[in-house]
């Protein structure tokens, strides 16, 4: 399964960069987001996967079951996530900020007005 | 010793407030520190030959750097010159600048290198030596470049600063060579960098020995202005004069010397110490005193002068023997006195004149008694006349060349040359503005103030007092001295009359010859010289200045073309230059350890699996390619919601419920924000698409590479298990994921949620205090 | 987006959705939930009220800005932090109240902590998304 999920990290980092190299702000932001979800699953994967053993403590326990999750690359995927969020806010605002002042979204007559 | 440092740097600190309150007396005040350290350390004397007294400090005990400084004969006599010379220098320019608004900016420059180079020739740590020597080089920058208003100035400054700077940065190279030669030869730790340490070394056997020897040199070429470095000193004068009567007098421009004194014990007595350093000198000596007399500015006359003396001390530090050391001792000392003193004085004449061109000046003996009176007195010991110190610095001189071998032949004609031309010097200098008729420029000159008659009158007399009391010098220093560069014991015995035997005979004709000389030369000054200037400044035109020039201004040129041949300024232009980087970078590694991975697929994926896995990779190349800006945020959203579900296959609900949430709130943000956007369109062409293509695959594949190489590597245990077995035990919390984020790992928490806070707080600011005219600015 | 479906589901289940957060973030320690995942659920809560209402009937459902919001989250998550020093333990230490609180359990920094990252949240995204619905 590790195999399959390293595949879809690659689809997702290519789809990623692929947009990332267009003129058009907008296909920017999504590969931006894409690029997101690409590194979220890479550290997630790394943690190794389990299935059907989240990290917690059953009620009468002390110590979650054996051969559960490992809680460190969750803990820190999700924090991922929400700054994740943060940042394709803040691309979207600042694109829509450029586009409205310049009027355009495409990058080579952003160069243009550079000069 | 430290204090006396660190007191130095508090009142260059201090400077500027003292000006603005204290005004014309802020440079007696200021001066007082140099002056009580002064003091302090006359109060140490005498030092006798072979006694150090040292005293240390830690300072990167890891790296074998220590605040180690030592008091010996050498440093103890640099530290009386700076802080003396340096005291007066500050007295000056409290007078120089009365009134001007950058009284305050100088004084505490002044101050700053002050302290710089005291910790320059106190160190016996070569790291830490090196700091000060950058130090020095870095406030003498400043000092040069004071009046940064005019174009000139700045160009001087930087000409001296990249100049010793760079010498700096080969004289680095050769104290770490150094530093691991002493490691070789048994020292340890922080003796390996110290110089005193060194001295017991065979170093000359050592195979990087030519390689410390020649860095070094050129270090101590640089910064003492040695041919083919020269060039910087002479336009250096473009600042002020108190600075020039600093740095070029007792402090900056010794520090090469210094160094090569310093060094000497360790590195000297080879040939090669020889053969590097004679020549240099040599030519330094005869050109400069040549060229200084085709000079009009009296500043520049002295600069010149100052750099043949630099070439007379390397020389004679070059030969190394104990003679030659005493007569470098000598002549290091009073040209100190007299050279701070004639840069003061042509300040003053500057100042009470109106020029400093020696060709429009005369007849100002009545107008300015006191400032004639201390530059004839200075001017004597310039030219090596008795009974000045001067007097005796030259007649070692000429005694070193005449008891030494038949080959110095060349080297004798060479030094009687040089000081030919110095004694003419002297005179063209501190003679010929002050005789002649006072009806010119001296009509109405006026005496400057007394803070600008203190230095020179004082130093003045310095230099007479110690020609006419050799024996106070070197009983209390002077053997010291001697002792510490020759790394033997030295005696020196100093005298004006030296008695009546064949040397001495042959000494004294040599400097009668040199003084009558001098004086007819002089005499015929511009007829005989200005076509030997002319020819030399033609000389220039392929000398190191040009080389120097146009090597700055290909660095120019050839930077910007880099810039503009790297940022292009097309956004994916950077992004495929990172990209590539990564992939040719991190791909072969990832390829190597491909075959020691662990199988790709040990069991055969479950069907359900393999159908998400399936769907979210199809959604991201649907954002990837639709057209359609609604379907590009819908396939995005699918991705997001199909992840999040194998979050949760994989045990992490937690996650799966916040890339629900998330994705949720992006699509309502994409929609939110698209909406108020053009339409995509297709802009690249076919070709261009299929390359961007082939680059993203790649990049793909060594990301999937990297995912598949992530696998194999365990992360360490240790931290999860303790979470998993403290989660509730400890921090009361049966779901280890969030209490790993809110208790165990809770500072990056407060770290992202203050990230989020400011993306918040970020976007309100792009969004509401944005001007509202639109167009480009 | 004003349909009638979408208007009343919004105004019925927002009341509901914001309970349901504070359950999830006082359960989370326990289980699958806390401050993230609750402060998501309101603000996309608030954010359908918003798409369905427009933003000004969003705030003032609200009562309080957004950046108010975010302002006492970082202001929690500091107190939290601080308190571990006040108390002469190391920064961030969680200190627990000796007694229960019916309704909510032990009280303790942590869950001050996770309340500040709770409202945080919702802060900083409502205050982009209103911010962007209003533009």
Redesign the interface.
């Known amino acids: 399964m590790a195999g399959l999920l390293a595949i879809l990290v690659g689809v997702l980092f290519g789809a990623g960069v692929y947009l990332l190299l267009r003129r058009s702000l907008i296909r920017l932001i999504f590969g931006l987001a894409l690029i997101s979800h690409a590194v979220n699953l890479l550290v997630f994967t790394t943690g190794g996967l389990v299935r059907g053993n989240p990290p917690l403590v059953p009620p009468e326990a002390q110590v979650p079951p054996a051969g559960h999750a490992d809680p460190i690359p969750q803990a820190l995927v999700l924090t991922a996530i929400v700054i994740g969020f943060g940042l394709l806010a803040f691309t979207c605002v600042l694109v829509k900020q450029v586009v409205k002042t310049l009027g355009t979204d495409d990058t080579d007559s952003m160069r243009a007005n550079e000069e | 010793m430290l204090w006396t440092i660190l007191l130095l740097f508090g009142l260059a600190a201090a400077a500027p407030l003292v000006a603005k309150f204290a005004k014309g007396a802020s440079g007696w005040l200021l001066a007082a520190g140099p002056a009580a350290i002064l003091f302090a350390y006359l109060a140490q004397l005498p030092i006798l030959p072979g006694e150090s007294r040292s005293e240390v400090w830690e300072w990167v005990p890891g790296l074998g750097v220590e605040l180690r400084f030592v008091l010996d004969g050498l440093s103890a006599t640099f530290t009386l010159l700076i802080t003396g010379i340096g005291a007066l220098v500050l007295v000056y320019a409290g007078g120089y600048m009365a009134g001007k608004a950058k009284l305050g900016q100088l004084l505490s420059y002044l101050l700053l290198f002050l302290g710089s180079m005291l910790g320059l020739v106190l160190s016996d740590n070569t790291i830490a030596l090196f700091v000060f020597w950058e130090l020095t080089s870095i406030s003498s920058y400043l000092l040069i470049g004071l009046d940064h208003e005019r174009e000139s100035v700045r160009s001087a400054a930087l000409k001296a600063l990249l100049v010793t700077g760079g010498g700096g940065l080969l004289l680095l190279g050769g104290f770490v060579l150094l530093g691991i030669a002493a490691g070789d030869l048994g020292l340890k730790g922080a003796d390996a960098f110290s110089i005193s340490a060194l001295a017991d070394l065979d170093l000359s056997a050592h195979g990087l020995y030519p390689a410390i020897m020649v860095l070094v040199a050129i270090g101590a070429f640089t910064k003492s202005a040695q041919a083919p470095f020269h060039f910087w000193l002479p336009q250096a004068m473009a600042a002020p004069t108190p600075v020039s009567a600093l740095l070029h007098s007792a402090t900056m421009v010794k520090a090469g010397i210094f160094l090569l004194a310093r060094l000497h014990p360790a590195l000297g007595g080879t040939d090669l110490w020889t053969a590097l350093l004679v020549p240099v000198g040599a030519v330094t000596m005869l050109g400069a005193a040549i060229t200084a007399l085709g000079q009009r500015d009296k500043k520049r006359i002295l600069a010149y002068s100052t750099v043949s003396v630099l070439g007379i001390l390397v020389t004679l530090l070059g030969a190394g023997t104990v003679v030659a050391i005493e007569a470098a001792v000598v002549l290091l000392v009073a040209h100190a006195f007299y050279k701070a003193a004639l840069f003061m004085v042509a300040g003053n004449v500057d100042h009470g004149a109106g020029t400093r061109d020696v060709t429009l000046l005369s007849g100002l003996r009545k107008a300015m008694p006191f400032t004639f009176a201390a530059g004839a007195v200075a001017a004597l010991s310039m030219a090596g006349a008795p009974p000045m110190f001067g007097f005796v610095g030259k007649e070692l001189f000429y005694g070193k060349l005449v008891t030494a071998e038949a080959r110095s032949t060349l080297l004798i004609l060479v030094a009687v040359a040089t000081n030919v031309a110095l004694v003419a010097a002297a005179l063209l200098v501190a003679l010929r503005p002050f005789v002649g008729s006072s009806a010119g420029v001296a009509k109405n000159a006026h005496e400057v103030s007394a803070p600008m008659l203190v230095g020179p009158l004082i130093l003045a007399a310095a230099g007479l007092f110690v020609g006419l009391f050799p024996d106070v010098f070197d009983a209390t220093l002077g053997s010291a001295m001697a002792t510490a560069i020759a790394g033997q014991r030295v005696d020196m015995h100093l005298a004006l009359w030296h008695g009546l035997n064949p040397t001495a005979l042959g000494v004294m004709g040599l400097s009668a010859a040199t003084l009558v000389l001098g004086a007819m030369v002089y005499h015929r000054t511009r007829r005989l010289l200005a076509p030997l200037a002319e020819a030399l400044s033609r000389l220039r035109a392929i000398g190191p200045e040009t080389w120097y020039e146009k090597g700055l201004a290909g660095l120019v040129t050839g930077s910007d073309r880099v810039t503009r041949g790297i940022q292009t300024g097309y956004l994916r232009h950077y992004v495929l230059a990172v990209v590539v980087a990564a992939v040719v970078l991190a791909a072969p590694p990832l390829l190597r350890s491909l075959p020691g991975a662990a199988p790709l697929f040990p069991e055969a994926p479950r069907p359900h699996e393999a159908l998400l896995v399936a769907v979210a990779a199809a959604s991201a190349v649907a954002a990837m390619v639709l057209r359609s800006r609604t379907a590009a945020i819908a396939a995005l959203g699918a991705t997001g919601a199909v992840i999040a579900m194998l979050f949760l296959l994989f045990s992490a609900p937690d996650l799966s419920i916040t890339q629900i949430m998330v994705e949720t709130l992006s699509v309502i943000l994409l929609v939110l924000v698209l909406s108020r956007l053009p339409r995509l369109v297709t802009r690249s062409s076919r070709s261009r698409r299929i390359a961007d293509l082939a680059v993203a695959t790649l990049a793909g594949g060594t990301m999937a590479l990297l995912a598949i190489a992530a696998t194999t590597v365990s992360l360490d245990p240790e931290a999860a298990r303790f979470f998993a077995a403290a989660s509730y035990t400890e921090a009361q919390g049966r779901n280890v994921v969030n209490v790993v984020l809110v208790d165990f790992r809770a500072l990056d928490t407060m770290g992202e949620i203050f990230v989020v806070a400011a993306a918040g707080f970020g976007i309100h600011a792009l969004l509401r205090l944005a001007p509202e005219t639109g167009g480009a600015a | 987006m004003s349909s009638v479906i979408l208007r009343t589901a919004t105004r019925l289940l927002l009341p509901l959705l914001l309970v349901f957060s504070a359950f999830i973030l006082l359960r ?10 609750g402060g ?2 309101s ?2 809560a608030l ?2 009220y918003a ?1 369905a209402w427009g933003p000004a009937e969003a705030r003032r459902v609200l009562r309080v800005d ?2 108010t919001l ?1 302002g006492a ?2 202001l929690c ?2 107190a ?2 601080f308190a571990g020093i006040a108390a002469g333990r190391e ?2 230490t ?1 200190l ?1 109240a000796p007694f229960e609180v019916p309704g909510l359990g ?1 009280v ?1 920094t ?1 869950l001050l ?2 309340l ?2 709770h409202l ?2 919702v ?3 409502l ?3 209103f ?3 209003e ?1």
């Open positions: 989370g320690h326990n289980e699958p939930g806390g401050g993230f995942i998501l659920l603000a996309g954010s359908a798409l957004p950046r975010l989250g970082l998550v500091c939290a932090a920064v961030l969680g627990w032990k303790s942590v902590f996770d500040g990252v945080g949240v802060g900083a995204t205050s982009i998304l911010n962007l619905g533009d």
